[in-house]
């Protein structure tokens, strides 16, 4: 809107043409605009702009009052009897209020046409314009430009409701995604996952997880999207316990790799974790602390450098290039073999597509057998194979033949005739078939079938040489598969030998099962495993590790590796008694026996066999193996499997800790010997001293059900069994008996004394049937029936599930995240 100068003008003598109003009276003040006036800051507003600012109360009219302020705004100065007469004029009818059409006549008739015109950018007006037209002009301008802003508008809020509308979609998407996240992890929970409570003294459970669980031949999707929804799930349980301003670790977020897996055990050493999985064997974990001593000061580090892991760890993870070539090696020849596979049938679909002219020119560079494959079942007809092929006097109507093995035929007849008859040749007999195609359209049966009879003509010699070849390579399939049968006959007769002089396989090859490789970025690579279901069971003690497999008998073969010190790995033949093993190698002292059970302890091991047999290996310092004490009072080792004779007891369960066995016999009976400090045997306050043979643990005669022993650093736990019985006299109401827990050690570990074994004080103020038990270096746990983790002892970096400001967890407590 513009600033007017009011200028007196009579009404009779002006023209109806420049001036709209011509009802005034000769005395009524006209004002009309200065067309030379300045501007100010109204200037730029449109008539749609201005209706909004002077409708102050935004009710969508501009009333009396509102109009007395515009024209006062503008400078317009005439007498209220003009203002009112000018305001009925342009008010709306039965109302006392203009709308924006009035508003809109009112300010084309009060504004500088030729000025807002200029501005608009009309440049080009008539010279000798009346206002009228200049008015009219502005008219249509305006018009034009609301049609625009129209659009504009209705454009923006068209932009807006999509706006609005994908909106809505993404928080329809976030909604599905959380709501497969949620489906997905209930899926991967109901196949089984790992917690790692506690990052390890050194922080050797604490390493990145990898980026993705794919193999050379296995592509894994979505794992990414697994690790992301493991995180949310750890960090979750930590949230809950921020209210106690401690620092609280929570379950370790490397462990998605082991999720949906199927994981069966789960084994510890001092650097290694293994998870005995669906897939194989999977780990994570070891120690990256390497430094370089000086030579002149052997006690001084003089640098200190990050590597993977140290040589411990890497055995135990099983990190060496010369076990994984082999498997290398296989993936590696089934690839080169599919590979040529592929292209022998792409040549010879390219071939078959060629001939019907139906080979595109953007096929030339692919390597993709599965579309080519799909252009031929498509783009050719099953009657064309079956003309072509009975030209060549092979009928294959009512055969069955699909057209895949149709077009194998055709190609190598396309072969033979361009070997013998030559690319020209070739083409000859490809235009007489499109010729006796053609003719037979056209009805022309009598030439048709003449070509018909040259082209079989043509094809005899080669009929004949095809036959040939057919018979050569029949008798070549047949050579080939006597030989075959002639090489498994003499590898029988080797192994039949090597059975015989007592040779077995001393390591676990690829194709008998290879361990599948670590979760995380310190491992091996993962790989695809092979006949994993013949794993049965895995055990780990301090620096080595072993594992059951099921050979072709189902007889149960013993694989140890890790540090071979002490005889640990009771591999020991008196040439290689302290060469380590970084890949799990067969005892072959346990070749005749078949195992069903394992432990490792610190320096020893044991194994029971499906008889009852126990074998007991390894350092025997402090008795823990129970072969007897030394005459000259000195420890000493026993570097192959031994057995244990333990009189009219045979053995289910057995356990090593660091310096002391346990084992449960069949009727029930549990046996301990080894060191007893701290009252780890159970045996007794004053019989806390090293017992080198075996001793019936008395005090636990009336338990005669016992299912499981964990022999820890310092303790010993034991477990007996649970049945469900039922209460009231009512068979259809059942409860869990049993499980009852009963744990032998020193104060400093558990809390209180326990020099026999006896239940601790929590269980018997909670009395809860227990269905697991584990003992650690320093801590132990239990599972209750209900799926409750109890954890208590040293809680080093977090290890019982308690804040880390929490250094000893003095009871059982529960893992409440």
Known sequence: MRRFISRRRDTSKSDDSTHPDTSKSSGDSILLPDEDSEVDENSCLSPKDAFHKFDTDSSGDIDEDEFFHLLQSVGIKGSEEYQERLFRKYVKS????????????????????????????????PKFATRYQLVRLLEKTLDHEERLDALAKAEADRYQRLRDRKQVREQYIQKAKARAGLELGAALDALGQVYVLGKGAHGQFSGAPKPEMSTPSFQQMGFDLMQTLWEERVEGMVAKRRSERSIHHGANSNTA??????????????????????????????????????????????????????????ALLMNNERMHRKHLDIIQEEHNEKFAKSLCELGKLELVLKYYSRWPAHFDETNDVDM???????????????????????????????????????????????????EGGHRELCDIEWEVIDLKKRNKTKLSNSLRLQFQERWVPLGKEHKKRAMAEEQRKDAERRNNRNKQVKDYEKWCI???????????????????????????????????AQYLDVAAGSNHAAIIVHDEREIGRL???????????????????????????????????????????????????????????????????????????????????????????????????????????RSGELYVWGSGDGGRLGLGRDQMG????????????????????????????????????????????????????????????????????????????????????????????????????????????????????????????????
């Open 690 to 817: 090293t017992h080198h043979t075996p001793t019936l643990v008395d005090s636990l005669s009336h338990e005669t059900i016992l299912t499981d022993v964990s022999c820890g650093t310092s303790t010993t736990l034991l477990l007996t069994a649970t049945e469900n019985v039922g209460t009231h006299g009512r068979r259809s109401v059942k409860r869990v008996t049993g499980g009852r827990l009963f744990v032998a050690g020193p104060k400093n570990v558990l809390g209180a004394s326990f020099p026999s074994f006896g239940e601790i004080e929590f269980l018997k103020k909670n009395p809860v049937p227990v269905k697991g038990i584990g003992a650690g270096y320093s801590h132990q746990c239990f599972i209750t029936e209900a799926g409750e983790l109890f954890c208590w002892g040293h809680n080093k970096n977090g290890c019982c599930g308690q804040p880390e400001r929490t250094k000893f967890v003095p009871e059982p407590t529960k893992v409440d995240w």
């Open 94 to 125: 039965k109302s006392k209020t203009i709308d924006y059409n009035g508003f809109k006549s009112a300010w084309l008739l009060l504004g500088n046409p030729k000025q807002e015109l200029i501005e608009r950018g009309v440049d080009n007006l």
């Open 257 to 314: 790799g082991v999720w949906g897996r199927q994981p069966r055990k789960v084994v510890l050493t001092d650097n290694i974790i293994l998870a005995l999985t669906d897939i194989g064997l999977l780990s994570w974990g070891g120690s990256s602390n390497w430094h370089n001593i000086s030579n002149d000061q052997p006690g001084q580090i003089v640098s200190a450098r990050s590597m993977q892991t140290t040589p411990r760890s890497s």
């Open 372 to 422: 080519v494959r799909d252009h031929v079942l498509t783009k050719i007809s099953y009657d064309q194979f079956l003309h072509s092929l009975l030209l060549r006097g092979k009928p294959c109507e009512g055969t069955g033949l699909s057209k895949l093995e149709m077009a194998d035929m055709l190609s190598q007849d396309i072969s033979l005739e361009k070997e013998m008859l030559g």
């Open 559 to 665: 694989y140890t590796w890790g540090l071979s010190s002490l005889g640990r790995l009771g591999q020991g033949d008196g040439n290689h008694l302290f060469k380590d093993n970084n890949y799990p190698t067969f005892v072959k002292e346990l070749e005749h026996a078949s195992i069903v059970d394992m432990s490792c302890g610190q320096s020893h091991s044991a194994c029971v066999s499906s008889n009852g047999t126990l074998f007991l290996w390894g350092a025997g310092s402090s008795g823990q193996l129970g072969f007897g004490k030394m005459l000259d009072g000195k420890g000493y080792c026993c570097t192959i499997p031994t057995k244990l004779p333990i009189s009219a007891c045979k053995v289910k369960k057995v356990s090593c800790g660091a310096c002391h066995t346990a084992c449960i016999g």
């Open 498 to 532: 090597h059975k015989a002089n007592g040779e077995n396989v001393s390591v676990l090859e690829q194709n008998d099962g290879l361990m599948s490789g670590s979760i995380t970025t310190r491992g091996g690579d993962i790989r695809t495993p092979r006949g994993v």
